[in-house]
């Protein structure tokens, strides 16, 4: 059975720092690629971040970029979401989901984790 178990979230403060993670099992780690993505309040859920496991090919949506950082330990099967200088607009549910690699949009992901909350205060 596949698996995507988010950890990590929690409340900090604007420009502090948290790490996410998400623990797969149930499949072939590095067949696939990891996404991030994330649903604040009132908004449409939208792709922050993702990274191909077998090659390490990864990308960032611009609001992100420079500030989050997506890496893989592919021994424990987990990706990892590195969030620094937090705006409170990073506030959101932050799921992870996993996919081809091909098509880093909502319909292109086949599974996904149930999420955990990131609150950032200003």
């Known amino acids: 059975e596949v698996q995507l178990v988010e950890s990590g979230g929690g409340l900090v403060q604007a420009g502090g720092s948290l790490r996410l993670s998400c623990a797969a099992s149930g499949f072939t780690f590095d067949d696939y690629a990891i996404a991030w993505f994330r649903q604040a309040p009132g908004k449409e859920r939208e792709g922050v971040s993702c990274i191909n496991i077998s090659d390490g090919r990864t990308y960032y949506e611009d609001s992100v970029k420079g500030r989050f950082t997506i890496s893989s330990d592919n021994a424990k099967n987990t990706v990892y979401l590195q969030m620094n200088s937090l705006k409170p607009e990073d506030t959101a549910v932050y799921y992870c989901?996993?996919?081809?690699?091909?098509?880093?949009?909502?319909?292109?992901?086949?599974?996904w984790g149930k999420g955990t909350l990131v609150t950032v205060s200003s």
């Open positions: 989901a996993r996919f081809d690699g091909e098509t880093f949009e909502e319909s292109g992901m086949d599974y």
